[in-house]
Every structure is written in C-alpha cells, then in structure tokens.
C-alpha cells in the first residue's frame, strides 16, 4: 500500500522560506522518482520538481534556483526547499510518485505567501 503524506506548509513572506515534506510509507520508496506538485486556485495542477533514485533532479523554470528537492532513501521522505518565495508561489503542494503504472498523490499542504 502506498501512502503519501505532506507535511510543513503554512504563511510565508515574500522572499522568505518554507520547507515541506513528504513522508511516504511502503517497501517502493527507494526504486521510485518522487515528485511536487502544484495547484493554485482557479488553475490546474502543475508539476513543479522532480528527484529519481539516484538524486537527479529537474525543476520547473519558475522555480529553479529557488527550490531544492531532495530526498532520504533511508527515512522514506522527500523534501522540498523554497526560497525566495513569491506570492505566485501560493498553492496547495502535493507528494507525488508513479509505482509500477499507478500515480499516487498525498493530501496536499497549503502554502500561502503574503505579507
């Protein structure tokens, strides 16, 4: 069975930081690519970063330069990085992987930037 949860979103300033995880439970987590994702209000969700098995990593444009994912094979968790935020960064944030064909999501957690 898999599950993913969030975790660490809330009210950040523009320019300031926030850090999310994911923790993820199941036997997969060490042979699969893990995921952000991104939804506003109003718009679709939107991929946001990506990390593999062997830490290779892409980003959206928007992000890049400001966002770091990472993740711990060995704690089962994957990690998003944002700083410098911008307002535009307000979105729920979801925890995402694909394991063996099937996508998977967590809950979400809210991120709100604002001053």
């Known amino acids: 069975q898999v599950q993913l949860v969030e975790s660490g979103g809330g009210l950040g300033q523009p320019g300031g930081s926030l850090r999310l995880s994911c923790a993820a439970s199941g036997s997969f987590f060490s042979s699969v690519f893990m995921a952000w994702y991104r939804q506003a209000p109003g718009k679709q969700r939107e991929w946001v970063a990506q990390i593999t098995v062997g830490g290779s990593t892409l980003y959206r444009e928007s992000v890049k330069g400001r966002f770091t994912i990472s993740r711990d094979n060995a704690k089962n968790m994957v990690y998003l990085q944002m700083n410098s935020l911008k307002p535009e960064d307000t979105a729920v944030y979801y925890c995402?992987?694909?394991?063996?064909?099937?996508?998977?999501w967590g809950q979400g957690t809210q991120v709100t930037v604002s001053s």
């Open positions: 995402n992987t694909n394991v063996r064909g099937n996508m998977y």
